[in-house]
């Protein structure tokens, strides 16, 4: 592989490698080898060559030009999606946006944090009842429990994450009304 800055392909090395893992057959956790990136997975021995080669199929694919262009449409289809969170004064933005993605939660100041908690893990769970739209996953950090939804593709398109928005909005409604149907249930007993 000839490239004329080979320092800017070293620094990204570590970036490139976090893509590409296997199932381990025991499904034995080894924290060395999988990063804390769950219990099933194991990180895939890959020496240096076999890491140019997929640079090498990459840019084959894109060309220099068109990669540059995926990474800039997967930054611009973040920060769209951002922007349509900070449209619903319900969403609380975690974190800075960068790259594809997105850390955010359901938040209200008539709820304690164990309470958004709960409320945040329901709406992930109504979310994935349903991943035609889309898929997100969750993370806890200092015990603020979020989900994290990422742009990776080549192929998503804004009308991609306008449905996943509308089923994303549809979802949080339907979880605060059977929120607040059970909690007018407790105080009427």
């Known amino acids: 592989l000839y490239v004329q800055q080979m320092n800017i392909l070293e620094q990204r090395k570590h970036t490139l490698d976090y893509f590409f893992f296997f199932q381990a057959e025991d499904g034995i956790r080894d924290a060395q080898e999988s990063r804390g990136l769950g219990d099933v997975y194991k990180r895939q021995g890959q ?3 076999f890491a140019a080669l997929r640079v090498w199929y990459v840019i084959r694919k894109f ?3 068109g990669l540059q262009e995926n990474i800039r449409n997967v930054v611009s289809l973040s ?3 951002e922007s349509l969170l900070r449209s619903d004064k319900r969403f609380q933005i975690i974190g800075t946006v ?3 993605l997105v ?3 359901y938040y209200s100041e008539d709820l304690d944090l164990a309470t958004s908690n709960a409320v945040n893990k ?10 035609s739209h889309g898929h997100i996953v969750s993370s806890v950090t200092q015990g603020i429990y979020f989900l994290r939804f990422v742009v990776n593709c080549h192929t ?3 009308a991609d994450l306008d449905d996943f928005w509308a089923h994303s909005l549809k979802c949080i409604d339907e979880v605060l009304k059977i929120r607040n ?3 007018e249930v407790v105080e009427k007993n």
Do not use: M, N
């Open 181 to 183: 149907a059970t909690s």
């Open 98 to 100: 960068k790259s594809g």
């Open 63 to 65: 060309g220099v030009e």
């Open 47 to 49: 020496g240096h060559r």
């Open 103 to 105: 850390c955010y939660r």
């Open 79 to 81: 920060k769209y999606f």
């Open 156 to 158: 998503t398109l804004k």
């Open 122 to 131: 329901q709406f992930l769970e109504k979310i994935e009842e349903d991943t």
